[in-house]
């Protein structure tokens, strides 16, 4: 069965360093995400991109965020400057369609684990 | 906005039947999901059901949607010990355009041999 796969499953990394978090989505999906899940909390919407370009963003994806479809089928989540509350578990995911119909549901990867020292 | 609310622990003996509620606040046309998420591991989908529905059964799982009170519940039948995990409720609003999935907290089902 297809899945999302996300590498590496955790990442150490000392605060201000950048880090790069990798997902190969589902082949033939066209929508991808990225949701954080910081210990305890609720997992949270960080963005949401289609057809090369973010289609929607949250408030925590500010600037130090950004993501990219650099071939046919990485997407990746880059955070330019981490903090100490970047510590979390990230997850990507993707689904064949975006906002109405069927197929919108998404499929999460397991998650690459950041810890921020 | 959305908001989905979840009980946060649900403990039951192998073979009964659990039952794990979720509220959402949005009346919108409405997808609802249901993930599982086991200790280390990603979310993944055990079913969903849209807003025009009351009903969806899938093997030992049956979701109930009452729409007036915006309550959501997961019904898992002969619940196993595998099935110990956290279950995440989430709701995406499709009518205003956004894709993005809004979660409860989790609740985490303890299941007693």
């Known amino acids: 069965e297809p899945e999302v796969t996300q590498t590496p499953s955790h990442q150490v990394t000392q605060m201000g360093q950048e880090v790069i978090l990798r997902c190969v989505p589902i082949?033939?999906?066209?929508?991808f995400y990225w949701y954080r899940q910081i210990l305890g909390q609720k997992v949270e919407f960080l963005v949401s991109?289609?057809?090369?370009?973010?289609?929607?963003k949250s408030e925590i994806f500010d600037d130090q965020f950004s993501v990219e479809r650099p071939d046919g089928s990485n997407f990746t989540l880059k955070i330019r400057s981490t903090k100490l509350e970047d510590s979390a578990m990230y997850f990507c995911?993707?689904?064949?369609?975006?906002?109405?119909?069927?197929?919108?549901?998404?499929?999460f990867g397991q998650g690459t684990r950041l810890t921020v020292v | 906005g959305e908001d989905v609310e979840q009980s946060l622990f649900l403990s039951v003996r192998e073979g009964d039947s659990s039952v794990i509620n979720c509220t959402y606040t949005?009346?919108?046309?409405?997808?609802l999901y249901w993930y599982k998420q086991e200790p280390g591991a990603g979310l993944q989908l055990l079913t969903y059901?849209?807003?025009?529905?009351d009903m969806k059964q899938d093997q030992r799982l049956t979701v109930l949607l009452n729409k007036k009170d915006k309550h959501l519940s997961l019904r898992i039948a002969d619940t196993q010990t595998g099935d110990s995990a956290i279950y995440f409720c989430?709701?995406?609003?499709?009518?205003?355009?956004?894709?993005?999935?809004?979660f409860g907290s989790g609740t985490r089902l303890q299941v007693q041999p």
């Open positions: 995911a993707s689904s064949v369609s975006g906002t109405g119909g069927k197929n919108t549901e998404a499929f």
């Open positions: 082949s033939n999906h066209l929508y």
């Open positions: 991109f289609y057809n090369n370009e973010i289609s929607e």
């Open positions: 949005d009346s919108s046309s409405t997808y």
């Open positions: 059901i849209f807003s025009n529905m």
């Open positions: 989430a709701e995406k609003v499709m009518d205003t355009g956004r894709r993005a999935l809004t």
